[in-house]
């Protein structure tokens, strides 16, 4: 089956640096993304990978490793605004997107 | 402002009515998608359409219907409510006929079903 699992809650600290991590059984692959969701809000695109690697858009960078069926969004210097769900969505080879549940991340002052 | 317009925002609704969720695009995105997203698990997707005429459904299409008469609309009509079908939805468009994987957001529908 397709899967994508990803941790419920994470807390850290304003200015901190923090990894979301996801892990993603997919059938077939055609990509990696991230998605930033506030409470109440539609999801917004942050990135996406396709080969192994890291990925930097400013203070957000996202890593895959295909071999291992992983990847990880790294936030730094974070915000209190930063403060939202991290949505991992897995493209199958139908080009269909597979969500994980979303990582709720908390940031304390 | 370009971007996704749905509508309403919030319904509450009898179990067995009928209920049009409408979705408005104004991008000329070509695909278009439905999705509901429920506390604790991913978005699911529900019925897609890749291009104005055609539709496909998605993981859990039971209890819905999409139509896609033009490029900007694409209407999610629940026959008969359910309980069950208490939740957020969400449609999405992305500018090619294939799923790019960036897909634009509406702000949701907050649907309840009594």
């Known amino acids: 089956g397709q899967n994508i699992d990803q941790p419920t809650e994470m807390t850290a600290t304003e200015g901190a640096i923090v990894q979301i991590n996801c892990t993603y059984q997919?059938?077939?692959?055609?990509?990696l993304f991230w998605y930033q969701q506030h409470a109440g809000e539609a999801p917004t695109f942050l990135s996406y990978?396709?080969l192994d690697g890291l990925e930097e858009k400013g203070r957000f960078s996202s890593f895959l490793s295909r071999s291992k069926g992983y990847s990880y969004l790294l936030l730094k210097e974070l915000q209190m605004k930063d403060s939202a769900s991290y949505l991992c969505?897995?493209?199958?080879?139908?080009?269909?997107?597979?969500w994980g549940a979303g990582t709720k991340l908390i940031i304390k002052p | 402002i370009a971007g996704i317009t749905q509508a309403p925002t919030s319904q509450i609704l009898a179990a067995g009515r009928r209920m049009t969720l409408r979705c408005t695009q104004d991008?000329?995105?070509?695909?278009m998608y439905w999705y509901r997203q429920d506390l604790g698990l991913g978005l699911r997707l529900i019925h897609y359409?890749?291009?104005?005429?055609?539709?496909g459904k998605g993981e859990v299409p039971d209890g819905y219907s999409v139509s896609r008469a033009n490029t900007d609309d694409f209407p999610l009509t629940l026959a008969s409510a359910v309980p069950s079908q208490t939740s957020v939805y969400f449609c999405?468009?992305?500018?090619?006929?294939?799923?790019?994987?960036?897909?634009?957001f509406g702000e949701g529908s907050r649907l309840t079903v009594l």
């Open positions: 359409s890749n291009t104005a005429g055609t539709t």
């Open positions: 997919t059938s077939g692959f055609n990509g």
């Open positions: 991008m000329r995105h070509n695909a």
């Open positions: 999405a468009s992305s500018p090619g006929t294939e799923n790019t994987g960036e897909l634009f």
């Open positions: 990978n396709v």
């Open positions: 969505a897995g493209m199958d080879s139908n080009y269909q997107l597979i």
